[in-house]
T-cell receptor, first 112, second 117 residues
């Protein structure tokens, strides 16, 4: 199995600021995925991050708001920029490894 | 395009009773289907998945699900509920075509399962 860790596990941020979330995997993976779970709602895919190339964003998500880095095969970051209360969510990192999809524990973000 | 509908945002059962969580999907290509469980303040854990092999899929913790193409359904069942089953359950679909769609899941809205003693 793949073990995923995320930092921070939670944070409370002021509107207008930015937060960078880190995702670390214990195995090398080609693709990493970032999902968002808004309060009381389901998970929505934000973007797919491949090492060595630009992230691919889903409809409704843009790079300026959610810049992603993927410097190597075990690490990725997601930045939530110029935050507003609507960005309050749980952000989850996910990977596919060995034909299984694994999710990190999530980062619970509250924007005040 | 794909979509998932979970019927019932909240399901309540008594301990020892049958658990039935409903999931219907829409997919333009043969789907892969998944059930995930999320315990409070924890990450998602895969319960089971359907990837075009046997239509009756057995998962962890005594759960199983049956893929019914004619009904576009993938309902999750467990014969006897346990208190530890209380959690939120998500049905998800992805495309079986692989490539750039691999790993991209579309989730249902989730069903919160409550188990009463």
């Amino acid at each position: 199995s793949a073990v995923i860790s995320q930092k921070p596990s939670r944070d409370i941020c002021q509107r207008g600021t930015s937060l960078t979330i880190q995702c670390q995997v214990d195995s090398q993976v080609t693709m990493m995925f970032w999902y968002r779970q808004q309060p009381g709602q389901s998970l929505t895919l934000i973007a797919t991050a491949n090492q060595g190339s630009e992230a691919t964003y889903e409809s409704g998500f843009v790079i300026d708001k959610f810049p992603i880095s993927r410097p190597n095969l075990t690490f990725s970051t997601l930045t939530v920029s110029n935050m507003s209360p609507e960005d309050s969510s749980i952000y989850l990192c996910s990977v596919v490894w060995g034909y299984e999809q694994y999710f990190g524990p999530g980062t619970r973000l509250t924007v005040t | 395009a794909q979509s998932v509908t979970q019927l019932g945002s909240h399901v309540s059962v008594s301990e020892g009773a049958l658990v039935l969580l409903r999931c219907n999907y829409s997919s333009s290509v043969p789907p892969y289907l998944f059930w995930y469980v999320q315990y409070p303040n924890q990450g998602l854990q895969l319960l089971l998945k359907y990837t075009s092999a046997a239509t009756l899929v057995k998962g962890i913790n005594g759960f199983e699900a049956e893929f019914k193409k004619s009904e576009t359904s993938f309902h999750l069942t467990k014969p006897s509920a346990h208190m530890s089953d209380a959690a939120e359950y998500f049905c998800a679909v992805s495309s079986s075509s692989g490539g750039t769609s691999y790993g991209k899941l579309t989730f249902g809205q989730g069903t919160i399962l409550t188990v009463h003693p």
